[in-house]
C-alpha cells in the first residue's frame, strides 16, 4: 500500500499494479479498494491504481473538518490529485457505488484528464422515481445515515458493525452471489476500527448521497452533457437501482453506451470479468 501527497488536509491510501494503459477505480459503500482486486487481475495490459476514498480504508480520517471535505466534488479534488501526482496519461476511470457519483464529479471537472468511464449505479437521470414507495423501502439507510444515532449503535462495536454490513452485503447482492468470508471480514475489521464507520457515514451527511439532491438533479443543457465516452454496467439484480432507471441517461451523457448485467448491487466483485472487459475496451478504442 502506498500513499498519496495531501490535498485538503487528505492523504489517500492506493494500490498500484500493472503497465499500460492507465486505469482508476473508485470504491463504493460499504466497501473500499480490496472491491477491485480481481478486476484489476483481469486486466494484464494495464496501469491499475485502486485508491481508497477519503473516509474510507485506510485512507485519511479527519473527524473535526466539515462534512463538505467527504462530498463527492471534495473526492473527486483527491483522486485529481492521485492522477496528476502519478502522471497518468488520461486514465479510464471506473466507478461504482459512491466511486461512480465521484468519477462523474471528475468527468465535470476535469474532462481533459479522463480517457472514458465505465460506471454502474447510482447515476445521473433517477430523479422523484427514487421517492417512490418501493423504492423508500430500499432507500430507509439514507436518512438514517445522517443521524448521530447510527454513530452510538455502530461506530467501535465489532458485532454491531458485522451485522449492519451483513445486512446490506445479502440484501444487495444477487441471487447467485455471496461475499467470500474472508473479503467480508476484511471489511469488518477496516469498519470496525473506532471512529471509521463513522467517516464513512460523512458522504451521506454532506449531502452527496441525499435524496434531495437526487430528485432535484435536472438535466443539462444538450452543450453541457458529459462529453467523456462512458460505458454503464447496469445490474439486472439490484434492488436499490431497478433497470429501468436507465432510461435518462442520454440527458446527461452525450456518449453512452448501457449494458445491463446479470449481477446484483456489487457488480466489480459480482461479475469481474464483465467490468474488466468494458474497462478494457473503454481503454483500447478510446
Known amino acids: 500500500m502506498k500513499r498519496t501527497a495531501s490535498v485538503d488536509g487528505f492523504r489517500l491510501a492506493y494500490e498500484r499494479s500493472g503497465t499500460g494503459t492507465p486505469v482508476v477505480l473508485l470504491h463504493g459503500w460499504p466497501s473500499d479498494r480490496t472491491e477491485y482486486r480481481e478486476v484489476a487481475a483481469l486486466l494484464p495490459g494495464a496501469d491499475v491504481v485502486l485508491p481508497d476514498l477519503r473516509g474510507f480504508g485506510a485512507s485519511d480520517k479527519h473527524p473535526d473538518d466539515p462534512t463538505a471535505q467527504y462530498g463527492a466534488d471534495a473526492q473527486a479534488r483527491s483522486i485529481v490529485g492521485l492522477i496528476e501526482e502519478l502522471g497518468l496519461d488520461r486514465p479510464v476511470l471506473g466507478g461504482h457505488d459512491v466511486g461512480s457519483r465521484v468519477a462523474v464529479a471528475i468527468a465535470k471537472q476535469r474532462p481533459d484528464l479522463v480517457r472514458a468511464l465505465v460506471l454502474t449505479p447510482p447515476l445521473p437521470g433517477i430523479g422523484a422515481r427514487i421517492l417512490t414507495a418501493q423504492a423508500q423501502q430500499e432507500f430507509w439507510y439514507v436518512p438514517f445515515h445522517a443521524l448521530p444515532l447510527v454513530d ?79 460505458t454503464v454496467l447496469w445490474p439486472e439484480h439490484d434492488p436499490l437501482f431497478p433497470a429501468a432507471w436507465a432510461d435518462r441517461l442520454g440527458e446527461f451523457f452525450a456518449d453512452v453506451q448501457v449494458r445491463h448485467v446479470d449481477a446484483g448491487h456489487f457488480l466489480p466483485l459480482e461479475a469481474p470479468a464483465e467490468f474488466a472487459a468494458a474497462v478494457a475496451a473503454a481503454g483500447g478504442a478510446r
Open 152 to 230: 452510538e449503535l455502530v461506530d467501535g462495536r465489532p458485532d454491531a458493525v458485522r451485522s449492519y454490513l451483513r445486512h446490506f452485503w445479502s440484501h444487495w447482492s444477487g441471487p447467485r452471489f455471496t461475499i467470500p468470508e474472508e473479503q467480508f471480514e476484511h471489511l469488518v475489521t477496516v469498519y470496525a476500527a473506532p471512529g471509521a464507520f463513522s467517516a464513512s457515514m460523512r458522504w451521506y451527511r454532506v449531502g452527496a448521497g441525499a435524496l434531495g439532491r437526487i430528485t432535484a438533479e435536472r438535466a443539462p443543457e444538450p452543450a453541457e452533457r458529459i462529453a467523456t465516452p462512458t
